[in-house]
């Protein structure tokens, strides 16, 4: 079956610095990923679309220049945040689309982010 | 906003009960998809049911899709403790433009040996 990591599974760092988190289709081409954070017992909230080669679009009220998504190849999507905050801290979800299947995201097993 | 609202948020049940899920959402949708999470953990894909279906089955799984009334429910038959974890149903909107799925509030179940 699809399957898609991330790395790392778990992050811890201070406030004002950057993290980059990876997204990867491992046996598969993904045109698109996206990107999902989640709180404490809530629901995903979608954050971004990431389509390869072309930039992001970014769901209302997510700061593009905080949260800067690259798509460079077919089975790799990076969310980088930058500036980091204590209220950054979160689940972190990447899916991911593959050409044949349009119905179907294969999400990963999910990046925790704590900012101290 | 579209997100779906599913109800109970919660629900815990003994081993071999049945547990249902339900979930309702706002627009036309293109199709409607279960998932799971457990906890901490990313989310499996369970069940996706079209808009031009009724009922679908997986195993001890059961979907339902009113679209009338834009609303679907999970069955999930014969319980077992390892079914404890949240479930989501996420839809994907009508024109919604590439695939997007705006997400359930969830249901966490618990199933107690």
């Known amino acids: 079956g699809a399957v898609v990591s991330q790395h790392p599974s778990w992050v811890i760092c201070k406030s004002g610095t950057s993290v980059k988190i990876e997204c990867r289709s491992l046996?598969?081409?993904?045109?698109?990923m996206f990107w999902y954070r989640q709180f404490p017992k809530q629901s995903l909230m979608l954050m971004a679309t990431?389509?390869?080669?072309?930039?992001?679009?970014?769901e209302q009220g997510v700061e593009k220049d905080k949260f800067l998504i690259n798509h460079a190849s077919l089975t790799l999507s990076t969310l980088t945040v930058t500036s980091a905050h204590p209220e950054d801290s979160s689940f972190y979800i990447c899916?991911?689309?593959?050409?044949?299947?349009?119905?179907?995201?294969?999400f990963g097993p999910g990046t925790r982010l704590t900012v101290l | 906003s579209q997100q779906g609202e599913e109800d109970p948020q919660a629900l815990s049940i003994q081993e071999g009960e049945n547990a249902t899920m339900n979930c309702s959402y706002k627009?036309?949708?293109?199709?409607l998809q279960w998932y799971r999470q457990n906890s901490g953990r990313g989310l499996v894909h369970l069940i996706l049911i079209r808009s031009n279906e009724r009922e679908k089955h997986s195993g001890r799984l059961r979907v339902t899709l009113d679209t009338s009334k834009k609303s679907s429910s999970l069955l999930i038959t014969a319980s077992r403790a390892a079914d404890t974890a949240s479930y989501f149903c996420a839809t994907d909107l009508m024109g919604g433009g590439g695939n997007k799925l705006t997400f359930g509030t969830g249901t966490q179940l618990k199933v107690e040996l």
């Open positions: 990431s389509n390869e080669g072309s930039k992001a679009t970014y």
């Open positions: 627009t036309s949708i293109n199709n």
């Open positions: 046996d598969f081409q993904a045109t698109t």
């Open positions: 899916s991911a689309r593959a050409l044949a299947e349009y119905n179907e995201q294969f």
